[in-house]
Nanobody
Framework: QVQLVESGGGLVQPGDSLRLSCAASGGSFNRYTTMAWFRRAPGKEREFVAALFRNNGYTYYADSVKGRFTISKDNAKSTAYLQMNNLKPEDTGVYYC???????????????????WGQGTQVTVSS
């Protein structure tokens, strides 16, 4: 059973940067595990942010964060990251890390397809 623990959230001003981390334990975390980040803004549904697909190593982003956020993972440390630059107030929300060893490419934006989730970390962007 894979366990995911996020960290790195906080309160920042518009234009600032943050790096979220997602540490995996208790299972097999390797290059064959797709990692993703989702977020839930106040009063809204959980939405896809970014994913690093297991098969091709390619990264995929929501249009709202493309060019500002970067997802990566370090297999040796069993940790995934989300580097967030030029943060905006609309980036505020709880950020969740998700992982799955067998998800297919067409499903990487669908939260229902991920087997493993972290507890979330709060990101607040406000002046």
């Amino acid at each position: 059973q894979v366990q995911l623990v996020e960290s790195g959230g906080g309160l920042v001003q518009p234009g600032d940067s943050l790096r979220l981390s997602c540490a995996a334990s208790g299972g097999s975390f390797n290059r064959y595990t797709t990692m993703a980040w989702f977020r839930r803004a106040p009063g809204k549904e959980r939405e896809f942010v970014a994913a690093l697909f297991r098969n091709n190593g390619y990264t995929y982003y929501a249009d709202s964060v493309k060019g500002r956020f970067t997802i990566s993972k370090d297999n040796a440390k069993s940790t995934a990251y989300l580097q967030m630059n030029n943060l905006k107030p609309e980036d505020t929300g709880v950020y969740y890390c998700a992982a799955d060893p067998s998800i297919i490419l067409s499903s990487i934006r669908d939260a229902r397809r991920y087997d493993y989730w972290g507890q979330g970390t709060q990101v607040t962007v406000s002046s």
